[in-house]
């Protein structure tokens, strides 16, 4: 039961996150705002939980991971009841923050308690699975909020008050108590970590990051409606879950930093081909390929930090998530004003910094040999 909640506890963090996406119109209604303002709800919910996550996991392992995970997912509860409860709008949004911050204190150190309950040699695909299932909670969100909306938005955060409230039950797996002494910060601001998060960040934000960019491609070129376009971006997450086996294998068998370089390789092809694609359906199948790129690039820079830790695989963790969702934060607001003024740019800049920044800041594997240095000769 605790191993299924790790990946249960994967799904719900991304859901919680998106899940007011498509109930926009309904929450301004109840609050008396515009759906502009209400779009801040996603913010309120993301904001701290990067912030957070810059020290959560180190917090997390001096406090203990199982303490710490509990406790979170009873605040998540009661932010989320919050939520449901909330008479302003003002207090909805302290209730949404709330959730972030608490979201910030399971995601790194479920990681850590994957990392330390899987043998290494199939970490690979173990964080695979917890990869996909953080991008279908990511690409379902809009739409089962959507359908909740359809008779109470409220009826989602309930939702999810009780699902954390059985992943508060079901913890994590008992991981050995640190015989050395407690992490501190510093191990987990190391170069390494902070070059794999800005990797994280550059993936993330230029791939599964870009459905706000896809979505208005298919309405203004192709006329989709809501629905319609649901479920095109729907596609990553299907297909990054239905391969999560095949990409965790993949970064097992080839290592974790080739596994990076294709991924960001095939992203460059996403990334093009949803911004030139004459057709829906070619729209659809090269987003669904970003998918399988997504993955290995995040599943990858996890495996790779995962594998030297520093001795706070929590702190370690939460700082790479912190800069990766960092970064999925500015996508928004720097590429739209691009969009409007040249909508092919604004997909080729995505796939310039995946092809140019990934290789460069990608740090290489302690595992990985150095290059050949001459040895001398037997004779000499």
């Not at 299924?4 to 705002?33: D, I, K």
């Not at 008479?87 to 990681?111: C, D, I, S, V």
């Not at 790129?293 to 520093?310: E, I, P």
Request: aromatic share 6%.
């Amino acid at each position: 039961m605790a191993r299924s909640g790790l990946y249960a506890g994967a799904f719900l963090g991304p859901f919680g996150g998106g899940v007011t996406v498509a109930m926009l119109p309904e929450l301004g209604a109840t609050f008396g705002v515009s759906a502009t303002t209400a779009a801040s709800s996603v913010t309120a919910y993301l904001l701290p939980f990067a912030a957070a996550m810059l020290f959560s996991g180190t917090l997390g392992e001096r406090w203990g991971r199982r303490r710490t995970v509990v406790l979170a997912y009873a605040a998540y509860v009661v932010a989320s009841l919050a939520c449901v409860l909330a008479p302003t709008w003002e207090l909805f949004l302290t209730g949404r923050a709330l959730q972030g911050l608490a979201n910030a204190f399971t995601t790194p150190l479920l990681l850590a308690a994957l990392a330390g309950s899987a043998a290494p040699e199939r970490l690979g695909r173990a964080l695979g699975w917890f990869g996909s299932l953080q991008a279908a909670g990511q690409t379902s969100a809009p739409l089962l909020g959507g359908i909740a909306a359809e008779l109470d938005w409220r009826l989602a955060f309930g939702g999810v008050a009780a699902v954390a409230v059985l992943l508060g039950l079901a913890g994590i797996p008992p991981s050995e108590r640190p015989t050395g002494p407690r992490p501190g910060l510093r191990s987990a601001w190391r170069p390494a970590v902070l070059r794999a998060g800005l990797v994280a960040a550059v993936g993330w934000s230029c791939l599964a990051g870009l459905n706000f960019l896809v979505a208005l491609r298919l309405e203004e070129e192709f006329g989709l409606g809501s629905g319609a376009r649901g479920l095109v971006l729907t596609g990553l997450g299907v297909a990054g879950l239905l391969t999560a086996r095949v990409v965790g294998g993949a970064v097992d068998r080839i290592g974790p930093r080739r596994a990076v370089l294709a991924g960001a390789a095939a992203g460059v092809v996403v990334v093009v081909g949803a911004g030139t694609a004459p057709a829906v359906w070619m729209v659809a199948a090269v987003w669904a390929l970003g998918g399988v790129a997504t993955q290995l690039v995040l599943v990858g820079v996890n495996a790779l930090v995962l594998r030297d830790t520093g001795g706070n695989a929590g702190g370690s963790m939460s700082v790479v998530q912190a800069v990766r969702f960092g970064g999925g934060a500015l996508a928004p607001p720097a590429l739209t004003p691009l969009y409007a003024t040249d909508p092919l740019t604004a997909f080729l800049l995505p796939a310039a910094l995946l092809a140019a920044v990934v290789p460069v800041a990608l740090p290489r594997s302690r595992e990985e040999p150095a290059r050949d240095v001459p040895t001398p000769r037997a004779d000499a």
